[in-house]
């Protein structure tokens, strides 16, 4: 055969066999442990307190003895709040459902105590309000554990955002501690009323339900990094309290309503195979491919949600009486009083951020960035208008008040990060940080008469009565500087788009307030028992109070880099 007859015989084609797409594969079981912190919201409510020492006249309503059915507006319930690391175990299963899909159950048990103490009385409610350091009622959150299903989307395939949700325990106590001090006219203290048990505590295993989610990387082939927050509520505890002596019996009934915020980052070992092959040519393209080796240098701006945890204590430095043409008094010497309350509680925040990265080694990075949180969280303590209730007295009047209140923050800050892989960075980050921060003194205006029962007449005379001390309401605020440190994650989605998981810690130190409240002269009222009664005030009361503050942050953001 010639050359030119063989140039016309067909050709075969050649066989193109369908490329094999290989791809993490999230299905097995898993077992990890992360840290984190957790903040509870805690309110005690009192809904009955009944003695049966009271005279005959007032039965045996402690509210009604102390006028509150009356018109006399009474503290029934408080704010336990406050905030505690957490460390975690966890384990489970997953299961991967096609290319983007994961679904699964969990299992975690959470290692945390957190105790918060109100010191002057003994039930947080106006009728054990008597201003006494041995004088205590605290609410403690214990360990916590759930049982949760899992749901989760594969955003590129080693980066999975997913929903969680299942019923939740958590360990709670609260106790009841009754003076037994005779120079504090304790009702625990031996002679009239002599009441026993002086301290009572209950103690539950609650169940409640958890709802959450967050993001998980897969840093190498079988470990996973994760970054979540979960909300949990455990509805209301009712518990009930019995003091006896030989002239009678006093018996409290009082609410415990719980709800609390976890964030946890963790990291976790998967069990089995680390990858799944997808073929072929004729599949679509499920996921976008990142650049082989993607630079972190440039400029990026973004945004994040996420949770602020406060731990404030307020503590009363000193109160000094200037009497009219007379001395000068100190109402702390000699005390021995309680000074200090916590205003401990959790925000949503907002923050939009910007800074600059610079790779300046195949896997460091380092940067500079700000942002600016938009939150607002407010505690109010009722019973007194100033932190230290046992100097003023400790009223019991709802219209007596303290709160302190966090807002916006600030920070700039260094970071400096090690890239695990081309496409996540672990890093931590530091600098200066900003906040505003508010306290209100609000002092009781009520003038009236009251009456208790047949033959029982008093008189509600507000510190800040008309006529008496003014102002009655004292808002005093400043943006005070302080630090911030943490750390976090962020993962390279696509070519420009970074996502973002944070903690950080900041300390703002103290900041001091002074409320100064003058007399105004006098305050004349007509009751059924004393006819008119004159009150006057020949004073001046300064009062300095100090803010010791601190958060606990946790974040999840996305920013754009620009090239």
Sequence with gaps: MDSAGAADLPTKAPVLKAPIVVV??????????????RSSETKVDVTSATDTTLPAGLGTNLFFARDCVQGLPCVTGQRFNGVAGRFSLYGGYNWQIGPRVVVGAEADVGFASQTTTLSGSYYPATPFFNGSTTNSFAVKTGWDASVRG?????????????????????????????????????????????????????????????????????????????AEYRYSNYGTISNTDVRTSVFGTQTVAYDV????????????????DPYSAYASAAQPSYFKAPPSVPSWTGFYVGAGVGVRASQTTATLNSATLFLTGGPTIDRLAGCGCFLDDPFDGTAFRVAPYVGFNWQFAPQWVVGIEGDFGFARQKTTLFGNYEPGAAVFGSSGSLNDSYSVKTGWDASLRGRIGYLVTPSFMAYVTGGAAFMSIEETSKCDTALQPLFTAPGFFAAEIGNCTPGLRTPAVITQSTVKPGFTIGGGGEARLWSNWIARAEYRYADFGKVNFTDTRSCAGSATITTPAFGTLTVNC???????????????TAMFGMAYKFD
């Design 538 to 552: 020949f004073e001046t009361d300064v009062v300095t109070n100090s803010l010791r503050v601190r958060t606990h």
């Design 24 to 37: 993490p594969s999230w299905t097995g079981f898993y077992i990890g442990g992360g840290a984190g912190f």
């Design 257 to 272: 309503k719980v709800q609390t915020h976890t964030a946890t980052f963790g990291l976790a070992y998967k069990f089995s």
């Design 150 to 226: 899992r749901a989760g989307y594969l955003v590129e395939p080693w980066i999975l955002i997913y929903g969680t949700a299942g019923p939740s325990w958590l360990h709670v106590e609260s106790t009841s501690e009754c003076s037994t001090s005779l120079a504090a006219d304790g009702a625990c203290a031996p002679g009239f009323p002599g009441f026993a048990p002086a301290s009572i505590t209950h103690s539950t295993n609650r169940l409640g339900f958890t709802v959450g989610g967050g993001a998980e990387a897969l840093l190498w082939s079988n470990w996973i990094a994760r």
